[in-house]
């Protein structure tokens, strides 16, 4: 009778306990966001199957299926787009074309700079090349002597101007000169650096690293050592740098265990945070205000025209307070990864923009004046990587370049100019101006009729299409024909530096104006109705089935070939 009364319970204990797994589980699955972005393994295995074809010379201008007229209207656009770049950029292209095989990040940017079923029929005409002699004010001159308006941004290191940079790093090299490149021991500029970054952070103690990336894994691994938690969690689309745990989906060859993928400002999210005991913390990107949910707005995957962004203040604030709320409550460390936003939104980051604390903040870009860097700041009790009563229990960081005289000297003389006037006054009515210019962008493009509009998280700028089209990736080398330069992702991020003065917006604005018009005028945005970003959707899907199926030409695309 005992027996079997202790066997009903064992059962019911096991029951239970199965039941509750079961329901943390599925609370896990309803927090992911319904997108592909949203489910790493599957985008993965989605990637593995999605097949190499790509259009012939017939092909590349009727993707759309567009009448003859209009393809003939874009094939002599094209070339004449063509005949300029070669003319225009002829020593650039050429010095890139002579390191081109060698160095693979070329050949990866180059590659995926459009859809890869244009890519290498792009690649053969628009050769404007990846080098560049100079840099002043907002502009950057190539090897042919074309200076462009610089909307790169150089990955958003540039937040003050070029010339800014130039000076920090001068300056810099100056004051750690008679030490040099001696590691281990701190120039003394270091302490001052130490000092603003903690005012700048609100935070009590600082690691330095080189890369942003390495900020992010080092506070990952801290999180995990002090809470002897396994999991990380990231929102959908956030990018953390390039490390494993932190990058789960496309472009790992491994999965990551330990990495929880959450759907952005979602309830749902919240839920899981409130109830799993194996979260070490939290990660938060703050760029992702600009778009939830969806990853870095690249060109490459540009395939209609749903690419879309808005940025709610108020709402993404609300969400960051609940997060925080939810962190104390569980014990669950709050990371801001403000390696991009940092210094950009506001002189103390996106803390004080938002209006939040967080328990550790990531630096990276722009900090160092121009040199390469990654700080992480946070909270004493999660950055101690010893514990005093287990001595033997420490938890490991190091780098050989961590806190570099040279870097250091930089980021002083950056840190020091953040408290001047001049600096302080680019700062004052920040998004009054930049929302003001993406405003009035949009409506000469609406009054234009043109079906190109921009999105901005301040001084980072999407661009986003208002008509189906199969052909906006086009739109890059328009801009770039105006004298703009976009980096390797393209439209999808423009990143302007806070010292572009009213009368250089307006030359940039009238040349994105005039880039739209030409392109629009080379029948590229030709619409019909049966034209919706669902078709064209259909209709890409319907060609990598065929691609999968035969390895023959189908239609106007041309065999599938191995290159
Ligand atoms: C938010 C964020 N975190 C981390 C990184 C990685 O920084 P790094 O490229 O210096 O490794 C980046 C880079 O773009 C970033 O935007």
């Known amino acids: 009778m005992v027996k079997t009364a202790i066997l009903y319970l064992a059962a ?23 997108s592909l972005t949203g489910h790493s393994r599957m985008a993965r295995r989605f990637a593995a199957l999605v097949p190499f074809y790509e259009y012939d010379e017939h092909g590349f201008f009727r993707a759309d299926a567009a009448p003859d007229a209009i393809a003939a209207q874009r094939r002599a656009g094209f070339m004449a787009l063509a005949a300029l770049y070669q003319q225009r950029f002829a020593k650039t292209a050429l010095q890139t074309a002579e390191v081109y095989d060698a160095i693979s990040d070329l050949q990866f940017t180059s590659r995926y700079r459009v859809p890869f079923q244009f890519s290498r029929f792009v690649r053969e005409h628009f050769k404007a090349g990846n080098f560049l002699d100079s840099s002043s004010g907002v502009t950057v001159t190539d ?19 070029y010339d800014f940079y130039k000076e920090c790093i001068a300056r810099g090299s100056e004051r750690v000169r008679e030490l040099g490149p001696v590691l281990g021991a701190y120039h003394p500029v270091a302490a001052y650096n130490v000092k603003r ?16 990336t390495e900020a992010v894994m080092q506070a990952v691994r801290l ?43 979602s309830e749902a999210a919240l839920r899981v945070l409130r109830t799993r005991r194996d979260i070490a913390c939290v990660l938060v990107n703050p760029l992702q205000a600009l778009h939830p949910n969806i990853g870095a707005p690249g060109d490459s995957t540009l395939l209609d025209s749903a690419r879309n962004a808005h940025f709610d203040r108020a709402g993404y604030t609300a969400w960051l307070q609940k997060l925080r709320a939810v962190c104390t409550q569980r014990k669950i460390v709050l990371v801001f990864d403000e390696v991009f936003v940092g210094f950009r939104l506001a002189p103390g980051g996106a803390q004080e923009y938002f209006g939040v604390r ?41 780098g050989t370049f961590n806190a570099h005289p040279y870097v250091m000297g930089s980021m002083y003389e950056f840190l020091q100019r953040l408290e001047t006037e001049p600096v302080r006054a680019l700062y004052r009515d920040l998004d009054v101006r930049w929302n003001g210019r993406a405003a009035a962008l949009n409506e000469r493009l609406r009054a234009a009729g043109l079906p190109v509009q921009v999105a901005n998280l301040s001084s980072i700028w999407t661009i986003v299409y208002t008509r189906p089209s199969r052909y906006n990736w086009m739109f890059q080398y328009y801009l ?8 390797w992702v393209g439209t999808g991020r423009l990143i302007f530096s806070l010292n572009y003065t009213d009368e250089d917006f307006a030359e940039v604005e009238r040349r994105i104006v005039s880039a739209a018009q030409a392109m629009h005028g080379d029948g590229w945005w030709w619409s019909a109705p049966l034209l919706t970003n669902k078709s064209i959707k259909r209709r890409v899907l319907k060609e990598m089935i065929q691609a999968r199926c035969s390895s023959s030409s189908i239609g106007s695309m041309s065999s599938p070939r191995i290159k």
């Open 12 to 34: 019911a204990i096991i029951g239970a306990m199965l039941l509750r797994k079961l329901q943390l589980r599925l609370r896990l699955s309803a927090a992911k966001h319904r």
């Open 143 to 161: 090897l042919d002597g074309n200076r462009l308006y610089d909307l790169t941004g150089s990955y958003g290191v540039n937040v003050f101007g």
């Open 197 to 212: 970054l903690l005012q700048v952070s609100g935070l009590e103690e600082v690691s330095f690293h080189m890369s942003g």
């Open 223 to 265: 999180a995990r050592y002090h809470t002897a938690r396994k999991y990380l969690v990231r929102f959908c689309g956030a990018y953390h740098g390039w490390w494993g745990d932190v990058q789960p989906g496309v472009g790992n060859p491994l999965a990551a265990r330990e990495t929880y993928t959450l759907e952005d400002m």
């Open 358 to 398: 967080a328990d550790m903040v990531t630096y990276g870009k722009t900090v160092a004046g121009g040199l390469p860097v990654g700080v992480l700041c946070g909270r004493r009790e999660f950055m101690m990587r010893f514990r005093g009563e287990r001595p033997a229990d420490v938890c490991f960081a190091r």
């Open 480 to 487: 770039r024909a105006a004298g703009l330069a976009l980096s």
